[in-house]
């Protein structure tokens, strides 16, 4: 996924809207149906169910549909692949501010 660049904007893209933040931090704590997450949320189900598409198509969500229940549960996979790409730009800005700060300690 992180070798991905359009999986990767989708999924930040995912996470840039704060329902689908909430959603997900819903998720984060277990399964729930399609209900349970609209519950919270001033919005239409099938805007619910919108918004738990595009966190299906970015990876973070994966659904599954029982009888007539879709039950939807967190992808940690996913959530580790942005940590990981968050990470990476945190680990090199980092190095460069240390490097920094021993360039300035020699002047």
């Known amino acids: 996924m992180l070798h991905d660049p359009a999986q990767l904007d989708?999924?930040?893209?995912?996470?840039?809207d704060?329902?689908?933040r909430q959603m997900v931090d819903r998720l984060s704590r277990g399964p729930a149906s399609v209900s349970q997450l609209a519950e919270p949320l001033a919005m239409s189900l099938s805007?619910?169910?919108q918004h738990l598409n595009l966190l299906e198509a970015s990876g973070l969500v994966r659904t599954?549909?029982?009888?007539?229940?879709?039950?939807c549960q967190i992808e940690p996979k996913a959530l580790r692949a942005?940590?990981?790409?968050?990470?990476e730009r945190r680990l090199s800005w980092e190095r460069r501010l240390d490097r920094l700060g021993d360039f300035l300690a020699e002047s």
């Open 10 to 16: 989708l999924m930040f893209q995912a996470l840039a």
């Open 18 to 20: 704060p329902a689908r």
């Open 47 to 49: 805007a619910v169910v």
């Open 64 to 71: 599954r549909k029982v009888g007539r229940v879709r039950t």
């Open 82 to 87: 942005a940590e990981h790409w968050i990470n």
